[in-house]
């Protein structure tokens, strides 16, 4: 799953959209949410979308029936929510741009929280799962990282740890 609560910065719009497409040429799904700041960003949607149109491809929850990209329909702007919605589409885990405000994880789907240095106050970054830094073409390969060291159980959001989670239905 994939939620921007913040406006990403292009260099992470960019990383974000090589991410997507590379799980999805690999035959896997990225589900992305309508709402929230990801598809108001020219960066990811240039990269990830034919064309600048992000009409939904899934119901708010709702299961793909194909791998690729999609976009789940998104009624409130609410990111709790949307993560209840894209946790229950069966995602494996959230991927969510928060710049300098973290959000609530959530009990049943992972969340990793991510921003950019240059976007989160020193405060702030030590709540986050990645602080993207340095080289930007290497960002990519450091989300896909923590992701895999979460798939493997070597990591657990912060968010979860630290009891920080929430769950609401739309």
């Known amino acids: 799953g994939l939620i921007a609560t913040a406006p990403p ?7 974000l ?9 690999a035959g896997g799904t990225v589900i992305g949410s309508e709402s929230g700041h990801l598809l108001h960003t020219p960066d990811y949607v240039t990269a990830t979308l034919q064309t600048p149109d992000h009409t939904p491809t899934l119901i708010y929850g709702g ?11 998104m009624p409130t702007d609410h990111p709790v929510e949307a993560l209840t919605g894209l946790g229950a589409s069966g995602v494996d885990l959230i991927l969510a741009y928060v710049g300098a405000h973290p959000i609530q994880g959530h009990p049943l789907t992972p969340v990793l929280q991510i921003a950019a240095a240059d976007d989160c106050p020193p405060a702030v970054a030590i709540d986050l799962d990645i602080v993207l ?32 989670i929430d769950f609401q239905i739309t």
């Not at 910065?9 to 990383?15: I, T």
């Not at 959209?17 to 040429?25: K, Y």
């Open 133 to 164: 830094a340095g080289d930007e073409e290497g960002w990519p390969d450091e989300m896909l990282a923590r992701i895999g060291a979460l798939a493997a159980h070597e990591y657990a959001p912060k968010g979860f740890s630290q009891g920080n």
């Open 63 to 73: 299961r793909p029936a194909a791998a690729g990209f999609q976009i789940m329909a």
């Open 9 to 15: 910065p292009p260099a992470v719009a960019r990383a």
């Open 17 to 25: 959209a090589e991410l997507t497409c590379a799980v999805a040429a």
